[in-house]
């Protein structure tokens, strides 16, 4: 592989790992960034044929990230690697991710050789226009139960189950979605049937929903 690769990465313990291991691949990484305004610095002076992402630790969204270094260069490849399978929960589109770019659940990345494979097909992908390219590895039956009930949330749904989790109450939720708390309330009773949570004396229902949002980022939560 030949391809010149800028790495954006949030975490430093991530981009020590990441980087070494890409090299012992023959990849060429010709520069590092840990925040937006140094990718975008980069993207324009070193113009790099793919670029890698993982930009959600410090609240930044590798997709919108993606969007202003497809501004940049239009053709460059674009590989984001995610924790959750439904970037929705992230508070992002899907609609927003850039054509041909590569989006690689981490758990898939822990094989190098996947994301060696996606940073090489994504330059051509992004030259070609392709569609998005969701690489998930093997999925297990829970993980495969709950992108089934994700399927039947809406934007809504989903932003309001976000807002749940952010500690939000109903009142507070209805005025950022413009809504009756009324309808919030609606709203938060249909996404618990989804997750086939019901009114249980013993059991705080917007706890349990925060649960299921925690495990759909990926992480721990109790």
Known sequence: MNERLLVVVDDGFELATV??????????????????????????????????????????????IAMNIRKIDP????????????????????????AGTKVILKKSATDILVLCSAI???????????????????????????QDMAVHLTDAQVQTLRLVAD?????????????SEKA???????????????PDHNRNQRVQLVNEYYKWLGAPHH
């Not at 330059?123 to 139960?145: P, R």
């Not at 500690?167 to 809504?179: C, D, K, M, Q, S």
């Not at 919030?184 to 019901?198: G, L, M």
């Open 19 to 64: 980087v070494p291991a890409l090299r012992l691949h023959d990849l060429d990484i010709i520069g590092e960034a840990r925040s937006e305004s140094v990718a975008l610095n980069l993207m324009r002076r070193l113009q790099p044929d793919v670029v890698l992402l993982d930009m959600h630790i410090a609240g930044i969204s590798a997709i919108k």
């Open 75 to 98: 053709l460059v490849g674009i590989v984001i690697l995610e924790s959750c399978s439904d970037v929705r929960f992230l508070g992002d589109s899907l609609n927003e991710i850039p």
């Open 120 to 146: 090489s097909e994504s330059k051509f992908a992004a030259s070609e226009g392709h569609e998005v390219s969701w690489i998930n590895g093997s999925v297990s039956i829970h993980e495969k139960a709950l």
């Open 167 to 179: 500690g939000l109450t109903n009142a507070h939720i209805g005025r950022v979605r413009y809504t």
């Open 184 to 198: 919030v309330e609606q709203i938060i009773s249909r996404v618990a049937q989804v997750f086939n949570i019901y």
